[in-house]
């Protein structure tokens, strides 16, 4: 029952101490790791997501979070607390599921009312809070039907209500948006961020959706296997990335794989093929001779049309293919020496003139700035 | 597939089918009301005095109140037992839980007669003087495998997240399983105490060979067929139950599909 504190004095709303949890694969002696060592402290208020893959263990982390899985090994603490072996019922978080779980058999107000029914809290409290609580998620006048009859966006609302009514400590949200359409879901990471920034409470918010991570998060904790491979804020998370994974997995981008020929300070040059170098920034210490990756955004690659004046990293291009989507065209490029890459050329002009656009076949010049390339040891 | 339309071999075969099902069932509810002793053709006429006269033989009404205390009692455990079978087996997994099925659904497929005999010899080793109570027994195993599969479809049909939800709500195992669990479950579990009801209703070998000095309905049934002046009295009262057996079949059906919409709020798109 030790209470465990950050650098600055406060309480973290959730704190994981090397949590790890395996599950028994089938008949076989072998076990699968699902969780495997993860160290997160999420400070109190935050809109905190865990992003990653499919079986990256994000919904596992959470479900230990919300007390349904035992950690094999490791410390789970909420709000200084250690609850790794606490019931549910006896943790001071809520759940959004999803696929929303709300009860068939009970009206809309019953579902919401659930929390504060089995706490025996008073009939008038409750009716005051469920009342509270829907029009917290605009729902005000849904309360006497069934969950049924309800449209999936209507349902994730209570869902919302059903968790938020209790006032928790922290919301877990295990991708509540999954199941809803495209434009709907937009509207929803809009509002729910807006209701975290109301409410004041920690949310959890689990996702393999970038986009959802990047638009809401304070922070994300990027997973792979069972482990947690960085944790930043969304600038952070897209713009240094620190692994090859991470690079990938948020948003586009182009990799030359080389070796670091020369190294000055955060700047380096790396061989990418014989004869070929390119100079990036590493933000991680690196060594002559290290295996690389150089991992470049296509939007911070400039195109040239002809031959510009001498710079860095410039380099002559063949366009094999391009792919109009309105707001910039998609340029698809090989350089000397056969690597791939691919560039972003924003449409300014409003034109028809098929000759103002890049075709396959034509003569190109790339170039970046060096801190636009970063060099991932990986 | 566009649903064939029917050929007249499927026609007849259906209509002589009903017919050979349902005539003699027909026959039953006919001589009921025929003013005669002796059940054969011409009819004499109609008559409702056999219901009079089945109301007045106090050993058939007897042994009907016999029957219908049996059936509740004996479905009422059953379905308390069989519903605490289908939620052991749906919700947990345990070493030995394909056996435990297995067991738990034996009476299915072993005789009653078999059965009957085997329990016969178990109450007379252990010096149980045979009762009501031993038929009760013998009715109580036979319905478990019953209740345990009606209740099973419809918890495998449940949504798992929403015990999560309860007891993250707030709800302990138990406050989880009166609240969530069991009023979800409930349609089926009714459905499950009237198939079983019926069933040991109408159930004769277990009684026949278990009975004490009580008869149930069959077992008096059966006795009384020796003499014929009874036979129209006997016509009437299995007139009687297969109406009220039809109708709570009926029923039961209604109930179970009342119960079977979806046990959980569907949600759209790809999941």
């Known amino acids: 029952m030790t209470a465990r504190t950050t650098p600055n004095g406060a309480v973290p709303a959730v704190e994981l101490r090397n949590v790890y949890k395996t599950f028994p694969a089938g008949r076989s002696e072998s076990e699968v790791a699902a969780v495997n060592g993860v160290n997160l402290t999420l400070p109190s208020g935050e809109f905190f997501t865990l992003l990653g893959p499919s079986g990256c263990g994000k919904t596992t982390t959470l479900r230990m979070i919300a007390g349904f899985e035992t950690p094999t090994a490791g410390e789970i603490y909420i709000q200084g607390q250690e609850m790794s072996r606490t019931p549910p019922y006896r943790r001071p978080v809520n759940t959004v599921f999803q696929n929303y779980a709300l009860f068939p058999h009970l009206t809309i107000e019953k579902n919401v009312a659930f929390g504060l029914n089995v706490k025996k809290v008073s009939k008038a409290e409750q009716q005051r809070r469920v009342e509270e609580a829907l029009a917290l998620v605009q729902l005000a006048t849904v309360g006497q039907r069934k969950p049924t009859q309800l449209s999936g966006g209507q349902q994730q609302r209570v869902a919302l209500a059903r968790a938020l009514i209790n006032r928790p400590a922290v919301l877990l949200l295990d991708e509540p948006l999954g199941a809803l359409d495209y434009k709907l879901r937009q509207a929803m990471q809009l509002e729910l961020k807006a209701l975290q920034l109301e409410v004041g409470i920690t949310f959890v918010y689990v996702t393999h959706d970038q986009e959802e991570a990047l638009t809401m998060s304070d922070r994300i904790a990027v997973m792979n296997q069972g482990q947690v491979l960085q944790v930043g804020t969304p600038i952070e998370i897209y713009e240094r990335p620190t692994t090859r994974f991470v690079a990938n997995f948020i948003g586009e981008t182009n990799f030359l794989d080389g070796r670091v020929t020369r190294v000055n300070g955060s700047r380096c040059v790396v061989q990418v093929a014989d004869g070929l170098e390119v100079s990036g920034s590493n933000y991680q210490p690196v060594a002559v001779g290290d295996t690389v990756t150089v991992s470049i955004r296509p939007e911070k690659i400039r195109i040239h049309e002809s031959r510009p004046e001498p710079q860095p990293n410039l380099f002559e291009v063949a366009v094999d293919r391009v792919a109009y989507i309105g707001s910039d065209t998609q340029l698809f490029m090989t350089m000397p020496y056969g690597a791939k890459v691919r560039a972003y050329d924003q449409n300014e002009l409003s034109t028809v003139d098929e000759n103002y656009f890049y075709a396959a076949g034509d003569q190109a010049w790339i170039s970046w700035r060096p801190e636009n390339a970063l060099v991932l040891k990986d | ?271």
């Open chain 2, 1 to 271: 597939m566009q649903p064939r339309r029917l050929t007249s071999f499927n026609f007849w075969y259906f209509v002589i089918f009903t017919v050979a099902l349902y005539l003699p069932l027909l026959l039953l509810i006919i001589f009921s009301f025929n003013d005669a002793k002796a059940l054969v053709f011409p009819l004499q006429g109609f008559t409702t005095r056999w219901y009079g006269e089945m109301l007045r033989t106090t050993e058939l009404v007897g042994s009907l109140w016999n029957s219908v205390l049996l059936g509740v009692a004996s479905s009422l455990a059953a379905t308390i037992l069989g519903t605490m079978a289908a939620i052991g087996v749906v919700r947990y997994k345990f070493p030995g839980r394909g056996l435990f099925v297995a067991v738990a659904a034996m009476p299915l497929v072993i005789p009653y007669v078999v059965l009957a005999v085997a329990m016969l010899l178990l109450f007379s080793q252990l010096n149980i003087p045979l009762s009501l109570w031993t038929v009760g027994l013998g009715h109580v195993i036979i319905n478990i495998p019953l209740v345990m599969l009606i209740v099973a479809a419809r918890l495998i049909g449940m949504d798992k997240n929403l015990e999560e939800a309860a007891m993250d709500l707030g709800a302990t195992y138990w406050s989880t399983l009166a609240r969530v669990t069991l009023p979800i479950a409930f349609p089926a579990m009714v459905a499950a105490f009237l198939v079983s009801f019926t069933s040991s209703f109408d159930e004769f070998a277990l009684a026949f060979f278990l009975i004490g000095p009580d008869p149930t309905l069959p077992v008096y049934i059966y006795s009384q067929l020796r003499f014929p002046s009874r036979l129209p009295i006997i016509v009437t009262m299995a007139s009687v139950i297969m109406v009220v057996s039809v109708l709570m079949i009926v029923f039961s059906e209604y109930v179970r599909r009342w119960g079977n919409t979806p046990a959980g709020p569907r949600s759209e798109g790809a999941q």
